[in-house]
Structure formats: C-alpha cells, structure tokens
C-alpha cells in the first residue's frame, strides 16, 4: 500500500513539473521570440493625388479595440524614448509624441495582429488609416521588452532609416497583446 502510495505521489509531481515545464517553455517560446517586418514602410509613388485625403472612418473604434497593459505602455514609452536617444547620438533632432500617430498606431497594431505586413487587412496601403500624418511605419511582433525591439529594428537597414530620418519630427509607438499574449508593435512617423 505504501509504496502504491509513493508511486502515485511520483506520478503527480512528475505531471506537475512537466506541466509547469510546458509552461514555462510556451512562455520562452512565445515572449523570446520577435520578428519584424521583411521591409520597413515609406511613403513614396503611392500617395494620393493632391487633395485627395484617406483618413479611416473606422479609426477610433479601431484604436478602441487596443488590448494593452500598464507594461506594454511603459514599454512603448521607453521604446519611444530609447529611439529618440539614438537619434540624439547621431545629431538628429528628437522626435515629438504625436496623439494623431498614436492613434495611428493603435489601429496598425491592432492589424498587424491580423496580418503582419505593411499591407492592411483590406487590402489597402498601411498610411490609409491617416494620409494626412503618415509617412513611415516600423512594425514588430513578439519582443516583450522595449530594448529588444529597438534593437531589431536598428539591425534592419530599412528600419533603422525610418528612426534615422532627420526628415521625420513626429512619432508614436503602441503595443497590441493578442489573445494569446504577444506583442505587437507599431512605430508611426510623421513630419
């Protein structure tokens, strides 16, 4: 009987630990992870004719639907403030918060959690959530911290030049969290 006992024991921890186990793995897994864009976003030939102006009629409930925590706040604050310091050592002007790309980037955050491209889930090109304000966008999924995703984008030659675009004096970033807890990032320029 007793060693029934044990047996039975040994059986629970040991399904225990290898829950806790996967667990713990999915948690690597999921939050160690990240991934940017193939390509960061500017806009070049395909802006819209002069006085013609997309704004997304969608797009405040859109950026309504942001899923997000004090965490993903505090990060995309200091992934902001991280960008502006590497623009500083390289003798560029900071870029200035701008509520219109915030907003801006809450609904791209929100799409790249759908499709993770610069292309929107319609179909249409990314700066039609707002023509009037966007000109370059950086996107990322999976990096849990602001250093890592920073730090992406700087070893991408296309996103760096965004954040390295003296042209560019305003920004925003946002984080959207998935139902399954991944980060999605989305770093809007404008002039």
């Known amino acids: 009987m007793r060693k029934l006992k044990i047996r039975n024991i040994v059986i629970c921890l040991a399904l225990v630990l290898a829950l ?12 160690g992870q990240g991934e940017i864009t193939e390509q960061a976003a500017t ?30 706040q505090a990060a995309a604050k200091a992934a902001f403030d991280i960008v502006n310091a590497k623009r500083q050592e390289a003798g560029l002007g900071i870029l200035t918060w701008n509520s ?3 907003q801006a980037s809450a609904v791209r955050a929100i799409e790249a959690s759908q ?3 610069h292309t929107r889930p319609d179909g249409s090109a990314w700066w039609t959530v707002n023509s009037n304000i966007m000109y370059g ?21 296309t996103h760096k030049a965004n954040i390295m675009d003296g042209g560019f004096t305003s ?19 404008g002039y």
Do not use: C
């Open 20 to 31: 806790a186990g996967g667990l713990f793995g999915y948690n690597i897994i999921l939050k």
């Open 43 to 72: 806009r070049g030939d395909d802006v819209p004719p002069e006085g013609v102006t997309f704004i997304e009629p969608e797009m405040v409930s859109l950026a309504d639907a942001l899923s997000g925590t004090a965490d993903t």
């Open 100 to 102: 219109g790309l915030e």
């Open 115 to 117: 499709v993770f491209s």
């Open 137 to 157: 966008e950086n996107l990322a999924k999976g990096y849990a911290s602001a250093d890592a995703a920073v730090k992406a984008w700087m070893d991408s030659p």
């Open 171 to 189: 920004g925003a970033i946002v984080i959207h969290v998935n139902g399954n807890g991944q980060w999605f990032w989305a770093q809007e320029f």
